[in-house]
């Protein structure tokens, strides 16, 4: 896959070199085609390029149950433990595995990199995912979900060296933060964040509705109008 893509991009980039002398002909100078050839079809190749590796980075890591058990995990607290929850460390474990193997794959340092960079944003997407199937969650556990990412990210940093790890990893602190904003102001914070799923958005109203009890009169109408939001986004 790898030797292919590559391949490809290079010749692209050739025929680009050469585009003078193609267009030199004048039948070809004039014909539709040869417009569309050099405007779309050559500038496609990046495009291409990016959908084989996150693909192929998608196929390599094994996350596919990473949401499930981040929803599993214990979040409603009422103590920030010291001590990170189990998939994080998995997931490391899993990102070191992949480094190794990639640097002994023959596919060279860009391409390697490239790779683990889009490993992460697939990881950043299971991540919102499994956040966002926690059924319960205390303002603790919120602090809790934010600790869990300062380890994943400052272990993702030693693993991967120069692969960018925090800008992929925002959407999921974006997540985390959504829990802390002021009820009047999620409608607006949820217009501003279209990365998230409405079934993603709903969960998080919840989360947010079941912090208040319906002892007092405060907590009943902010619940009221949580509930009244999630009506209108459904």
């Not at 956040?131 to 934010?146: T, W």
């Not at 959407?171 to 002021?182: Q, S, T």
């Not at 919840?206 to 319906?214: H, L």
């Amino acid at each position: 896959r790898s030797v292919a893509t590559e391949s490809l991009v290079v010749m692209a980039e050739e025929i680009k070199r050469i585009k003078g002398l193609v267009l030199a002909d004048s039948r070809l100078a004039t014909s539709p085609a040869t417009e569309q050839f050099f405007n779309r079809t050559l500038e496609a190749t990046g495009d291409l390029r990016e959908h084989v590796y996150r693909t192929a980075s998608r196929l390599l890591l094994n996350v596919e149950r990473l949401p499930e058990r981040i929803g599993s995990t214990k979040y409603d607290i009422r103590e920030i433990g010291v001590q990170h929850n189990a998939w994080v460390t998995s997931l490391i474990a899993e990102f070191k595995s992949l480094s190794a193997r990639l640097s002994v794959a023959g596919i060279g340092e860009k391409v390697s990199k490239m790779l683990l960079g889009f490993a992460v944003e697939v990881c950043a997407h299971h991540i919102v995912e499994g956040l966002s199937r926690v059924k319960k969650c205390s303002q603790e556990g919120r602090g809790m979900m934010a600790l869990d990412m300062q380890v994943l990210i400052n272990s993702l940093e030693d693993i991967l060296e120069d692969v960018p790890v925090s800008p992929s990893l925002m959407p999921v602190d974006n997540y985390i933060k959504g829990f802390y904003v002021a009820e009047e102001n999620l409608l607006e914070w949820i217009q501003v964040h279209p990365e998230f799923t409405k079934t993603q958005v709903l969960s998080l109203i919840q989360c947010i509705s079941n912090k208040y009890t319906i002892v007092s009169e405060e907590g009943r109408r902010k619940r009221k109008f949580l509930k009244e939001l999630s009506s209108r986004l459904a």
